[in-house]
């Protein structure tokens, strides 16, 4: 079959939707994005220089053009508090992925090995209280969390401590609203391969003698592990980015990139660092999606062997 009957008739509109898409709402912001990241911060409005002139022709467009540099990406490299909120939000991403999958996967497991008739009953339940708004939720832990909030009490009233303990403003907190707040996009695809899953494999690891344990080591986590890395790029990629739960929840003495970006943007108003900042992170985002993309070629190449 040829490229020109692959790409013909239906096939070509399937294949040119979503490029147009990427382009329009992904390709043409990221080239203004990058463009302000190689400008100069001035006070004005919008506050950097050069703009793309739209008149003057090709030589104004050109004189625009060479004053742009990569200042701005060096002053990201040479300034500790942006490369300290990179490494900040790469730990954090990480450390939540890592209790997500623990906290996720059993869950998933109970759920696949439910009922048929259970299961939607189940997923409904992961799904329905994220009906709720984003930040009525964020603001419900900060509720829950304060120092006479409901885990405060419950906590005095069990005798399990002596004063309130403080919750809010610590990394506790940012773990438990993030954690809480990513479960969905961690339990859903670990369901989804779970509950494909062939019974019979485990049937056929117990004839031959794989106590349960056993059976789940060697059928059951390898045959899951691509569900496990679709959940954890569905949560890391957002988490590094996050801004709202760090801010509202979280301290501020050390910042992740999401908050640093903003501070730049809307206090600072130094739109060119913060799209440089937006820019890099980007980059450093694109890094674990290139390998996922790798290793799922090859367990692709590996299996039509």
């Known amino acids: 079959m040829t490229i020109r009957r692959i790409f013909s008739g239906p096939a070509r509109l399937a294949a040119i939707a979503p490029l147009v898409w990427l382009t329009l709402f992904f390709l043409l912001p990221f080239g203004f994005v990058l463009k302000i990241s190689l400008s100069h911060t001035v006070i004005a409005q919008p506050p950097y220089a050069p703009l793309i002139p739209l008149t003057g022709g090709f030589e104004a467009l050109r004189a625009a053009l060479a004053q742009l540099d990569l200042g701005n990406f060096a002053s990201l490299a040479a300034d500790e508090l942006y490369v300290m909120s990179y490494v900040r939000s790469l730990v954090v991403a990480s450390a939540s992925t890592a209790l997500l999958v623990a906290i996720g996967y059993p869950i998933a497991y109970g759920m696949a090995r439910l009922p048929p008739a259970r299961q939607p009953l189940a997923m409904m339940l992961v ?179």
């Open 127 to 305: 799904i329905v209280p994220f009906w709720t708004s984003f930040l009525i939720r964020i603001y419900a832990w900060i509720n829950v969390l304060q120092h006479d909030g409901l885990l405060n009490r419950v906590l005095l009233a069990l005798h399990v401590v002596d004063k309130p303990v403080v919750w809010l403003s610590t990394d506790t907190a940012m773990y438990l609203g993030i954690v809480y707040s990513y479960a969905p996009f961690m339990v859903l695809p670990l369901y989804a391969t779970l509950a494909r899953m062939d019974v019979s494999l485990l049937e056929a690891a117990a004839d031959l003698g794989c106590s349960r344990l056993k059976a789940f080591w060697l059928v059951t986590l390898p045959l899951s592990l691509r569900g496990v890395a679709a959940g954890a790029l569905l949560c890391f990629i957002p988490i590094v980015g996050e801004f709202v739960i760090p801010d509202l929840l979280a301290g501020s003495e050390r910042l992740m990139i999401g908050q640093t970006l903003w501070l730049e943007f809307f206090t600072n108003k130094d739109w060119p660092v913060a799209s440089s900042i937006a820019v890099v992170l980007l980059a450093v985002l694109l890094l674990p999606l290139l390998v996922f993309q790798r290793l799922e070629r090859r367990s692709v190449e590996g299996g039509t062997r």
